[in-house]
Structures are given as structure tokens and as C-alpha cells.
């Protein structure tokens, strides 16, 4: 079972070592910008919510290699991102996911590693980024969420903004060989508290992940009649 880790306690040489890995993820964020929000014309479609108090998660529809990236541009605030392993390992993806310090997460009983990992990041006051449906969207619409969202909401008693995000699909989609152009459009829902602490259970963990996707299907069905014009 997994237990919230300590609050942190770094020393001199790991509190320099941060500073240097948010320096470089700065220069990072600058090069992004410059390149992407032209390229792919990111824009949010109405204003970035108020961010409750305390741990906060931002769960997202899946669609493109992408996907962190265009977050990113649109909320001011640093995400780390929690991925599947596969990602992570992808030799063309290692380095940029090794900067932005994305989490992975591998399947079965390693799993436990990431989670803790992911929960250690909000006892720091990050935001933690999720795509609850574990893996990129064959064809760009929504499929079944995983659990993983609504247990780490629960032990790090973190509120949720489900966000929706469309024409994503067209960028770099799973079966695309190349990235393309697109006009992708990203709205916001409103806040979810965390799931009640107890009783824990999977059904319980199942319906508050089907609330999170509920909630981030509509904010996507708002993105995609905000105007959405496809790039030849």
C-alpha cells in the first residue's frame, strides 16, 4: 500500500542542483515557446481558472506525442508530467522527458515507484500532469480512464482540472509517421475536489476516474466549437 512520502529536506548540493535543473527547463520553456505556439497556434479558448489552494493535478484527453508540450504553453505554472514507461524510454522522446524531470510509470507492482514518486511532487507544491487514459487515443477520440488519477488525488488530497484539448490529434497522433501543423484548442473545466479519504476501493477510485473523464469530455466538446480551423 502506498504511503505519502516525508516532507522534503534537501541539502545545499540538492537545493543547487534544482536550481541548475530549473534554469535549463527555463531555456527549455523559452525554446518552446518560440517554436510551438507558432507552429501548432496553441491558444486557450477561455481564461486559465483560479488554482485551488493546496496539491493540484491536471488531467487531460491523449491524442499526441504533443499533448505535455501544449499544456505547458497554456498554463504559466511548471507541470511534471506523469507517463507510462513507454514513453519514457523511446529513444527519440529520452532527453526532452528527462528535462522537463517527467515521471515514469511502469505497469504492475513497479507502478509503486512513480506513484510515490509523483506524490513527493506535490508535498512540493507541483502541479502533477496525468492523461487518465493511459495511452494515446487510436483515433482522437476519448477512451476508458485509468485509476491511477483518482488514487493519486486521494493520497495526495489534490484537487483536479480537467482539461480539454482538441485538434491535438492531427500533430503527431499514435500511427503518424511525422508531426503536421494544427490549430489546437484547449479549454478548462471547473476544479474537482479530491476523493473522500475512506473507504478506499477500486469501484470508488473507478467512478471518481469516469467523473474526472465526464469532466474533461465536456471541456473538449468546448474546444472544438471554439472556432477549431484545420491547417492544410
Known sequence: ???????????????????????????????????????????????????PPGPLIVCANHASYFDPVFLQLVIR???????????YVLPAGRWFFWAARA??????????????RALLQLRKGRIIGIFPEGRLSPDGSLTRPQRGDALLARMGRAHILPVGMFGNHRTWSRDARWAR????????????PPPEPAPPGREAERAYA???MHAVAEARERARAAGYSPIP
Open 181 to 192: 501543423r494544427s490549430d489546437v484548442r484547449i479549454a478548462f473545466g471547473s476544479p474537482i
Open 103 to 116: 515521471i515514469p510509470v511502469a505497469s504492475g507492482r513497479l507502478a509503486k515507484t512513480g506513484l510515490e
Open 1 to 51: 500500500m502506498l504511503t505519502p512520502p516525508p516532507p522534503p529536506n534537501p541539502g545545499a548540493l540538492r537545493r543547487a542542483v534544482e536550481g541548475a535543473y530549473d534554469l535549463g527547463y527555463g531555456a527549455l520553456r523559452v525554446v518552446v515557446l518560440l517554436f510551438f505556439r507558432p507552429l501548432f497556434l496553441v491558444r486557450r479558448v477561455d481564461p486559465l481558472p483560479a488554482f
Open 77 to 87: 505554472r511548471r507541470i511534471v508530467f506523469v507517463m507510462t514507461n513507454d514513453f
Open 210 to 212: 469516469q467523473r474526472i
